[in-house]
């Protein structure tokens, strides 16, 4: 990980998030039960950043450690059209999943459905050297 030096490093590393501002990029670890408080969590904590950025920055999401999706359908919807019509003025975003169970890649095809025709490019890895690639990041930045 990248040092930031910024006052929000202990609420990232608490949300399993890591900030590498010389890529722009933005790695997000969840571990456990992935439930709509968790998500929350750190959407927040994406809206915070993106609103102290002076240019927007990539994501790469990595669900492998997930044990259990507590999302409904209509929450994972939800967000995806918010997120879509947050980015309908701004510059274009990739967000990248690193995904390695089948209900994590139903989320993240329904996540890519809404946001699909929008700056908020949205895309599913099954490995994280081709998602390194897509993002133009090197694949050590995607490791845990």
């Known amino acids: ?5 910024s006052a929000l490093d202990p609420v990232l590393a608490a949300a399993n998030l890591e900030f590498h501002e010389d890529l722009h ?5 969840p571990r456990g ?6 998500a929350n969590k750190v959407l927040l904590e994406l809206l915070k950043r993106e609103a102290n950025s002076a240019q927007p920055f990539n994501r ?5 450690l997930i044990e259990s ?12 059209l918010r997120r879509r019509l947050s980015y309908a003025v701004s510059g274009s975003v ?5 995904v390695t169970h089948p209900e994590a890649a139903h989320l993240v095809r329904t996540h890519a459905l809404m946001t ?3 700056p908020l490019k949205v895309k599913m890895f ?16 995607l490791m845990p």
């Open 1 to 5: 990980m990248y040092p930031t030096n």
């Open 25 to 29: 990029l933005i790695v997000w670890r």
């Open 33 to 38: 039960v992935l439930d709509e408080t968790a």
């Open 60 to 64: 790469f999401s990595d669900l492998s």
């Open 69 to 80: 999706f507590h999302l409904t359908f209509q929450y994972v919807f939800q967000v995806a």
């Open 94 to 98: 990739k967000s990248a999943f690193y």
């Open 116 to 118: 699909d025709h929008s």
């Open 126 to 141: 099954e490995e994280r050297k081709a998602a390194a690639k897509w993002l133009g990041v090197p694949v050590e930045s």
